[in-house]
């Protein structure tokens, strides 16, 4: 069996190998006056030098000179040039090993250091303890034992025994965390809990997996199951406090651990850690099914209506040949009383001989039908479908605890009737029940009757809940979703303590006053500005027509010797089947060994295995059928491979290693710097089982599915993706991908189209101090909000909009700055604090002040676009690679139709990340080729200026065989490391 490795290469190289960069050089190896007298004390050029780099390198990293080890040549270079020596003189030193020891003796004395001592080991292995208390990264707990032998002036033991030390560590660091977590359960409990890896014969799987196993499809019957587990776990009687003894991370290490390990497995656990895993595994299911449990409710109210809605909209359509009918006879009627009058005759004889007083008897009912129907409240035509709400309604209030901030919330004094209605089981309201959470027109429809309408109550108290959940003015205990937003954010006490210290590096400055006055100068200067050019005819590519600014959409600027070049180019590229393909770039990047074990953080030993499971994502293929279409490969191989090692932070991290190896290639610098990015959603149909969780939207058609929303950078590099409902907004999206990403881009500028843009976002993006620059659809109709009356504007006039609200901004600033500080330390995603601020029907002060923030900022955008051909010239093409590199997903994302058919959001996430991780591989891997492609064309002395080469672009897949038989360890004939080109015949037979 392998050795246990606590490092990865590149760790153990940073932490133990000699730095070669000048800035280390400098750092670390410059010698001292009292250093060179040292040195220059032995007698020999070889002893000198020797002498020195033995004083260098237990200075840093902190150990003495191998035998036999000979530095690297920078290093080696730069000393010897301190002490006056030739390099090449190293060769002779330490030919006695009574030299070197003799001169490592001497050091010890001269630099105040000692060989490491038992003590020394125990306090290196306590900090290592602490630090695996927080983290499973080797490399974190290996630089704390460094980190104090170093402050003990010890010097460092061999690399292997500080990676044991290292592994000991975080092996007891587990065991405590075990300890913490159990220690409060009773033996009996603990005695139970084991019974739930058997197989339970009431339901055919084990009790520990039952409540893993619950379905994510909106249903009445669906949330009835929900509620049953969480009852299920609420009778196994786990405190939930003893996670707070446990540090975040290793309480992440320890789900992680738990989701990925089946009941079988968990029973050849020892004790401790079984029972830990088990106790972990509830804890976390009851707050996850909670929100599952919320969430589901929040889509069946919402879809009650949605319905209620499409069956008004239908019923006005079938009633469009009786209100035809009705407006016919109306208008006869009205013929003919106006005949009555003009000539003097009796109303009623002409009105019978006209219309025929019986046939408008007649009518009467038909016409009240119409009237019913067309005044119908979508209160009233929701109440339809109360036999299906009363299914879950009862079972879902009763199973949860709600709360709010107010003392008395009259919703949740609501709330609390219907929980006593459904428990004794009666069918009429109270004579009083609480009201004031209604409007007034549902009560008048509730209330205007003989009796109260019970149904009519219940769904507009459920609608209600529906929306103050959404907001988070009320919450539910044991919810990790669904609490008060200033839980979400970052503690009160460290944003008052970043403050303070001017560590909250964010976009604007802390006093209001200073901000507001600089954007009001702005933009008062900016508008009078526009408002000249406008009126002269300076706006390139703008004109103005009636009081409106009408902005010229821009022309293609590709010109067609690129378009030839690209075509040229595509037709070197080596031809590849996409497993060679990925087994390339792996060789190239080792994204691969970033899928680490859940547990041990080794990386894959069966690299074909991994990339079989990558694929089988990409094309939607999934695991199984890789496996039927693979040589060598079995189902079990991928099965277990993705089980203890595809998760999201390794998905995460594999793609920061092809994005960061993409953006570190020369080639990749003539597309761009990295500092501009772009998203857009892809839509995907859902068929079979996972259209019962599909939402629809009716922009892509009437069938159910979801939206595989990414992030681009303008080197086409994927950073970021994610799957999200069709019917979302992507606004609230947007500032995600740009946090939950590690690569080393440094993204400045972002681009969307219409759907990524909203007030709210241009707020937050002026707040972390990026530009956020959209393509507005309809920007004639859009308005600028001053801070200055309209009339200073005059040419400006139709595009001038409500004013700022100044005073508002100043009294939440310090809000604002918290709600900014916590999505740029991550403390918070960025998508849940949007969606609980745009979800409330009641704006919050909050959401008011960063709606007016955004405003102002959004104008001062606005301006910039009609007085900027580059801008719009800029955002055009990074949202056209965005809307390019969309064709080539759909190319790899072929099989079953291109149709997502998994049920549960982490099964749609993995397909979601398996095809950018694949997309991103192919677009690395032409980059290479084209570079290739481009170096063999220069080298015929073909002029290929730059200029031309950034239009070609690395989305081709026409050379790259994504179907078929799959080979994983095919070996092919590559004498310099890559595929010839595919040469013209000529030249083939030249070369």
Same mark, same amino acid.
Request: positive net charge.
């Given at each position: 069996?392998?050795?246990?490795?606590?490092?990865?290469?590149?760790?153990?190289?940073?932490?133990?190998?000699?730095?070669?960069?000048?800035?280390?050089?400098?750092?670390?190896?410059?010698?001292?006056?009292?250093?060179?007298?040292?040195?220059?004390?032995?007698?020999?050029?070889?002893?000198?030098?020797?002498?020195?780099?033995?004083?260098?390198?237990?200075?840093?990293?902190?150990?003495?000179?191998?035998?036999?080890?000979?530095?690297?040549?920078?290093?080696?270079?730069?000393?010897?040039?301190?002490?006056?020596?030739?390099?090449? &003189?190293? !060769?002779?030193? %330490? *030919? /006695?090993?009574?030299? +070197?020891?003799?001169?490592? @003796?001497?050091?010890?004395?001269? =630099?105040?250091?000692?060989?490491?001592?038992?003590?020394?080991?125990?306090?290196?292995?306590?900090?290592?303890?602490?630090?695996?208390?927080?983290?499973?990264?080797?490399?974190?707990?290996?630089?704390?034992?460094?980190?104090?032998?170093?402050?003990?002036?010890?010097?460092?033991?061999?690399?292997?025994?500080?990676?044991?030390?290292?592994? &000991?560590? !975080?092996?007891? %660091? *587990? /065991?405590?965390?075990? +300890?913490?977590?159990?220690? @409060?359960?009773?033996?009996?409990? =603990?005695?139970?809990?084991?019974?739930?890896?058997?197989?339970?014969?009431?339901?055919?799987?084990?009790?520990?997996?039952?409540?893993?196993?619950?379905?994510?499809?909106?249903?009445?019957?669906?949330?009835?199951?929900?509620?049953?587990?969480?009852?299920?776990?609420?009778?196994?009687?786990?405190?939930?406090?003893?996670?707070?003894?446990?540090?975040?991370?290793?309480?992440?290490?320890?789900?992680?651990?738990?989701?990925?390990?089946? @009941?079988?497995?968990?029973?050849?656990?020892?004790?401790?850690?079984?029972?830990?895993?088990?106790?972990?595994?509830?804890?976390?299911?009851?707050?996850?099914?909670?929100?599952?449990?919320?969430?589901?409710?929040?889509?069946?109210?919402?879809?009650?209506?949605?319905?209620?809605?499409?069956?008004?909209?239908?019923?006005?359509?079938?009633?469009?040949?009786?209100?035809?009918?009705?407006?016919?006879?109306?208008?006869?009627?009205?013929?003919?009383?106006?005949?009555?009058?003009?000539?003097?005759?009796?109303?009623?004889?002409?009105?019978?001989?006209?219309?025929?007083?019986?046939?408008?008897?007649?009518?009467?009912?038909?016409?009240?039908?119409?009237?019913?129907?067309?005044?119908?409240?979508?209160?009233?035509?929701?109440?339809?479908?109360?036999?299906?709400?009363?299914?879950?309604?009862?079972?879902?209030?009763?199973?949860?605890?709600?709360?709010?901030?107010?003392?008395?919330?009259?919703?949740?004094?609501?709330?609390?009737?219907?929980?006593?209605?459904?428990?004794?089981?009666?069918?009429?309201?109270?004579?009083?029940?609480?009201?004031?959470?209604?409007?007034?027109?549902?009560?008048?429809?509730?209330?205007?009757?003989?009796?109260?309408?019970?149904?009519?109550?219940?769904?507009?108290?459920?609608?209600?809940?529906?929306?103050?959940?959404?907001?988070?003015?009320?919450?539910?205990?044991?919810?990790?979703?669904?609490?008060?937003?200033?839980?979400?954010?970052?503690?009160?006490?460290?944003?008052?303590?970043?403050?303070?210290?001017?560590?909250?590096?964010?976009?604007?400055?802390?006093?209001?006053?200073?901000?507001?006055?600089?954007?009001?100068?702005?933009?008062?200067?900016?508008?009078?500005?526009?408002?000249?050019?406008?009126?002269?005819?300076?706006?390139?590519?703008?004109?103005?027509?009636?009081?409106?600014?009408?902005?010229?959409?821009?022309?293609?600027?590709?010109?067609?010797?690129?378009?030839?070049?690209?075509?040229?180019?595509?037709?070197?590229?080596?031809?590849?089947?996409?497993?060679?393909?990925?087994?390339?770039?792996?060789?190239?990047?080792?994204?691969?060994?970033?899928?680490?074990?859940?547990?041990?953080?080794?990386?894959?030993?069966?690299?074909?295995?991994?990339?079989?499971?990558?694929?089988?994502?990409?094309?939607?293929?999934?695991?199984?059928?890789?496996?039927?279409?693979?040589?060598?490969?079995?189902?079990?191989?991928?099965?277990?491979?993705?089980?203890?090692?595809?998760?999201?932070?390794?998905?995460?991290?594999?793609?920061?290693?092809?994005?960061?190896?993409?953006?570190?290639?020369?080639?990749?610098?003539?597309?761009?710097?990295?500092?501009?990015?772009?998203?857009?959603?892809?839509?995907?149909?859902?068929?079979?089982?996972?259209?019962?969780?599909?939402?629809?939207?009716?922009?892509?058609?009437?069938?159910?599915?979801?939206?595989?929303?990414?992030?681009?950078?303008?080197?086409?590099?994927?950073?970021?993706?994610?799957?999200?409902?069709?019917?979302?907004?992507?606004?609230?999206?947007?500032?995600?991908?740009?946090?939950?990403?590690?690569?080393?881009?440094?993204?400045?500028?972002?681009?969307?189209?219409?759907?990524?843009?909203?007030?709210?976002?241009?707020?937050?993006?002026?707040?972390?101090?990026?530009?956020?620059?959209?393509?507005?659809?309809?920007?004639?109709?859009?308005?600028?909000?001053?801070?200055?009356?309209?009339?200073?504007?005059?040419?400006?006039?139709?595009?001038?909009?409500?004013?700022?609200?100044?005073?508002?901004?100043?009294?939440?600033?310090?809000?604002?700055?918290?709600?900014?500080?916590?999505?740029?330390?991550?403390?918070?995603?960025?998508?849940?604090?949007?969606?609980?601020?745009?979800?409330?029907?009641?704006?919050?002060?909050?959401?008011?002040?960063?709606?007016?923030?955004?405003?102002?900022?959004?104008?001062?955008?606005?301006?910039?676009?009609?007085?900027?051909?580059?801008?719009?010239?800029?955002?055009?093409?990074?949202?056209?690679?965005?809307?390019?590199?969309?064709?080539?997903?759909?190319?790899?994302?072929?099989?079953?139709?291109?149709?997502?058919?998994?049920?549960?959001?982490?099964?749609?996430?993995?397909?979601?990340?398996?095809?950018?991780?694949?997309?991103?591989?192919?677009?690395?891997?032409?980059?290479?080729?084209?570079?290739?492609?481009?170096?063999?064309?220069?080298?015929?002395?073909?002029?290929?200026?730059?200029?031309?080469?950034?239009?070609?672009?690395?989305?081709?897949?026409?050379?790259?065989?994504?179907?078929?038989?799959?080979?994983?360890?095919?070996?092919?004939?590559?004498?310099?490391?890559?595929?010839?080109?595919?040469?013209?015949?000529?030249?083939?037979?030249?070369?």
């Amino acid at each position: 069996m392998a050795r246990r490795a606590l490092l990865k290469e590149h760790e153990r190289k940073t932490i133990f190998d000699i730095p070669v960069d000048e800035d280390s050089l400098i750092r670390h190896y410059s010698l001292s006056p009292a250093d060179l007298l040292e040195i220059q004390l032995r007698r020999r050029e070889h002893n000198q030098l020797g002498f020195a780099i033995q004083l260098c390198l237990m200075r840093y990293p902190g150990r003495p000179l191998l035998p036999n080890e000979v530095p690297p040549k920078a290093m080696l270079d730069y000393v010897a040039r301190q002490v006056g020596a030739s390099s090449t &003189a190293f !060769r002779l030193y %330490a *030919r /006695r090993e009574e030299t +070197r020891s003799n001169h490592i @003796a001497h050091l010890l004395g001269y =630099l105040q250091k000692r060989n490491a001592t038992a003590e020394d080991r125990r306090a290196a292995l306590l900090s290592a303890i602490e630090m695996a208390s927080t983290t499973d990264a080797g490399a974190s707990m290996a630089g704390a034992i460094v980190a104090e032998f170093r402050n003990r002036n010890s010097l460092l033991p061999a690399a292997t025994i500080i990676e044991r030390m290292g592994i &000991a560590a !975080r092996a007891i %660091a *587990r /065991r405590r965390a075990e +300890r913490a977590l159990i220690e @409060a359960v009773p033996a009996d409990r =603990l005695a139970l809990l084991d019974g739930l890896l058997e197989v339970d014969p009431t339901i055919g799987q084990t009790r520990f997996h039952w409540p893993r196993s619950a379905p994510e499809a909106p249903g009445a019957s669906n949330l009835v199951g929900l509620t049953e587990r969480i009852t299920f776990l609420r009778t196994l009687e786990i405190d939930p406090a003893p996670q707070i003894r446990i540090s975040s991370g290793r309480w992440d290490q320890m789900i992680r651990e738990g989701n990925a390990t089946p @009941a079988w497995l968990a029973n050849d656990f020892n004790a401790s850690r079984r029972h830990a895993l088990i106790v972990a595994q509830v804890i976390k299911l009851g707050q996850k099914l909670t929100d599952d449990a919320v969430t589901m409710f929040i889509k069946l109210m919402g879809r009650l209506f949605s319905q209620a809605n499409s069956r008004k909209k239908q019923r006005h359509m079938d009633c469009r040949p009786d209100a035809t009918k009705a407006l016919r006879m109306f208008l006869d009627t009205t013929t003919a009383l106006q005949s009555a009058n003009d000539y003097g005759r009796n109303v009623l004889e002409v009105l019978d001989q006209k219309v025929g007083w019986h046939r408008l008897l007649r009518m009467k009912p038909e016409l009240e039908s119409l009237v019913e129907v067309s005044e119908a409240s979508p209160l009233t035509v929701a109440a339809e479908q109360y036999p299906t709400v009363n299914k879950y309604a009862g079972v879902f209030l009763q199973a949860f605890t709600f709360r709010s901030a107010c003392r008395y919330d009259p919703l949740l004094a609501a709330v609390g009737v219907l929980k006593r209605l459904y428990s004794e089981k009666r069918r009429t309201l109270p004579e009083t029940v609480p009201v004031t959470h209604l409007s007034q027109t549902d009560r008048k429809l509730i209330f205007g009757q003989d009796k109260p309408n019970r149904r009519l109550y219940e769904i507009a108290t459920l609608a209600a809940l529906r929306d103050r959940l959404r907001s988070a003015d009320i919450w539910v205990d044991g919810s990790r979703s669904f609490r008060p937003i200033d839980e979400h954010l970052m503690p009160r006490s460290t944003f008052i303590t970043m403050k303070e210290q001017d560590r909250l590096g964010l976009g604007v400055q802390g006093d209001a006053a200073v901000w507001l006055t600089e954007a009001r100068q702005m933009l008062d200067f900016n508008l009078k500005r526009l408002a000249h050019r406008t009126r002269s005819g300076k706006l390139e590519g703008v004109r103005l027509e009636g009081g409106t600014l009408i902005v010229t959409p821009n022309a293609g600027e590709v010109p067609a010797t690129a378009e030839e070049l690209n075509s040229e180019i595509s037709e070197l590229y080596p031809l590849v089947e996409v497993p060679d393909l990925l087994r390339e770039v792996h060789e190239w990047t080792g994204f691969a060994d970033c899928f680490t074990h859940v547990r041990t953080g080794d990386r894959p030993r069966n690299v074909s295995a991994m990339l079989a499971g990558v694929l089988a994502d990409a094309i939607n293929l999934g695991p199984k059928r890789m496996a039927s279409a693979s040589k060598g490969i079995s189902a079990h191989q991928i099965g277990w491979i993705r089980t203890f090692h595809a998760r999201s932070e390794t998905y995460r991290a594999a793609q920061v290693c092809v994005t960061d190896a993409h953006a570190r290639h020369p080639h990749s610098r003539l597309w761009g710097d990295g500092t501009t990015s772009s998203s857009d959603g892809q839509f995907f149909r859902a068929s079979d089982r996972a259209a019962k969780r599909g939402d629809i939207n009716l922009h892509y058609g009437s069938e159910p599915g979801s939206k595989f929303y990414s992030h681009l950078s303008d080197q086409y590099g994927y950073f970021s993706i994610l799957p999200i409902s069709p019917t979302e907004s992507e606004a609230a999206y947007v500032l995600d991908g740009l946090f939950d990403q590690d690569t080393v881009l440094d993204i400045q500028e972002h681009f969307t189209d219409t759907g990524g843009a909203s007030d709210h976002v241009f707020g937050l993006f002026a707040l972390i101090g990026k530009r956020f620059a959209p393509r507005l659809r309809n920007l004639k109709d859009r308005k600028f909000h001053t801070f200055e009356k309209g009339e200073a504007y005059p040419a400006l006039a139709n595009h001038i909009g409500a004013p700022i609200n100044s005073a508002l901004i100043v009294d939440h600033w310090d809000d604002l700055l918290h709600l900014a500080a916590s999505i740029t330390t991550r403390s918070v995603v960025p998508s849940t604090i949007l969606k609980k601020l745009s979800a409330s029907p009641k704006e919050s002060q909050l959401a008011r002040a960063l709606r007016e923030l955004g405003r102002i900022e959004r104008s001062l955008f606005m301006i910039e676009w009609y007085s900027s051909p580059a801008l719009r010239r800029r955002c055009q093409a990074g949202l056209n690679k965005g809307e390019a590199a969309h064709k080539l997903k759909r190319a790899v994302f072929f099989h079953e139709r291109g149709e997502i058919r998994d049920r549960s959001f982490e099964s749609q996430a993995f397909r979601a990340s398996g095809l950018n991780l694949v997309v991103s591989a192919i677009v690395h891997w032409n980059t290479v080729y084209i570079e290739r492609a481009v170096t063999h064309l220069r080298s015929a002395r073909r002029e290929i200026p730059d200029h031309l080469l950034k239009h070609v672009s690395p989305l081709s897949w026409e050379h790259i065989n994504l179907t078929g038989i799959y080979t994983w360890d095919a070996e092919h004939q590559m004498p310099e490391g890559f595929r010839p080109l595919r040469l013209p015949t000529p030249i083939r037979r030249a070369a």
